[in-house]
């Protein structure tokens, strides 16, 4: 009979009802970003002509939608977690830091080896899968520095959150490079091409870096074993997956733009109908998958714990001292209860 029956843990307190702005905080975040954007951007830049509000303006249009989905994924965390609040917005914040650094540095050292100007050739798209990919599981590995439970759950959580911190940045710089510079195939004003290019660029936020980070982090979780991290066939497989989704993304939309008109009219539809969906339905229905198993393995931690013994609760009559109860046998799950 277990000695420390029931459980240590009180489930029915353990996600409280009203929390923050609530379960549609995220909502709001978006809709009141998207507020403030499109008023800086027409107020502050068109009529106004200042040159500040413009630049807020295109940074609160990058992270709005990143930070929508990080107070999602805050707003998901229970008592029960063994990662910090302070640990994921670190990720979300430093760790798209990194990962945007070392991105940007690899990117950049293939398009010099592969002898190419200042505008990303076709190879370097195709190889972008490869390098930004490693540049953001170093991130996550970075950041889960000292978290001592390696599950994949924390996997999916820390991954998710340098992801889109990795996507808040990276839209920034198109952003900025939207205002600066509009596509001439467009024939758009600064002011129009940030309002219409900056919002398309956040809508396809959540469902890129985001998941593809969050895929490869749970791989690389899964696989660890005692706390430490280990290269595994799970592990490789996932990062040459989520690099191949990655690479094909950028290597079709580079390849619009330098093939003869005539072929375009045949590759914009495959492109766009095909490839697009795609990727983005294939990487959602796998991380629902890998969600599912995360929330399946979270939650069977504690199963043990809040089954009754097979005999019934402890009894009520004081225990004769020259007979102690057994001890929990070593094959029991610990009890969820410290955070890192």
Not at 15 to 40: C, N, Q, Y
Not at 92 to 117: C, N, Q, R
Not at 130 to 149: G, H, N
Request: charged content about 10%.
């Amino acid at each position: 009979m277990r000695t420390n029956w029931p459980p240590p843990i009180w489930i029915v307190g353990e996600k409280p009802v009203d929390r923050w702005i609530g379960r549609f905080g995220g909502l709001w975040i978006a809709a009141v970003g998207a507020v403030f954007f499109v008023f800086l951007i027409l107020v502050g830049g068109l009529l106004l002509d200042n040159g500040a509000a413009v630049t807020v303006g295109l940074l609160v249009g990058a992270v709005t939608v990143a930070a929508s989905f990080v107070y999602t994924m805050a707003y998901r965390l229970v008592p029960r977690d063994t990662m910090s609040l302070s640990r994921l917005l670190l990720a979300f914040g430093l760790g798209g830091l990194i990962a945007v650094a070392l991105g940007s540095t690899l990117d950049s050292s293939v398009l010099k080896l592969t002898g190419g100007g200042s505008a990303p050739t076709l190879t370097v798209l195709a190889l972008a899968g490869i390098t930004e990919e490693l540049a953001k599981i170093i991130a996550v590995v970075a950041v889960s520095y000292k978290l001592r439970d390696k599950s994949m759950r924390n996997g999916l959580f820390l991954g998710g959150a340098v992801g889109l911190g990795f996507a808040a940045l990276e839209d920034l710089a198109y952003a900025v490079n939207f205002y600066q510079h509009p596509p001439e195939q467009l024939h758009l004003t600064p002011i129009l091409s940030a309002l219409v290019l900056v919002p398309v660029r956040g809508l396809l936020t959540p469902l890129l870096h985001p998941l593809y980070t969050a895929l490869l982090g749970a791989a690389l979780f899964a696989a660890s074993k005692n706390g430490r991290f280990r290269v595994r066939p799970l592990v490789i497989a996932a990062y040459l997956a989520v690099s191949f989704a990655h690479g094909l993304w950028d290597f079709s939309a580079g390849i619009l733009q330098v093939v003869p008109p005539r072929l375009q009219l045949v590759l914009a539809p495959l492109v766009v109908l095909v490839i697009y969906p795609g990727i983005i339905v294939g990487s959602g229905l796998l991380w629902i998958k890998v969600a599912r198993r995360a929330r399946h393995a979270f939650h069977s931690r504690v199963l043990w714990w809040l089954a009754a013994p097979p005999g019934g609760g402890p009894s009520s009559l004081p225990q004769d001292p020259a007979f102690p109860p057994p001890a929990v046998p070593s094959w029991a799950p610990p009890a969820p209860h410290t955070r890192a």
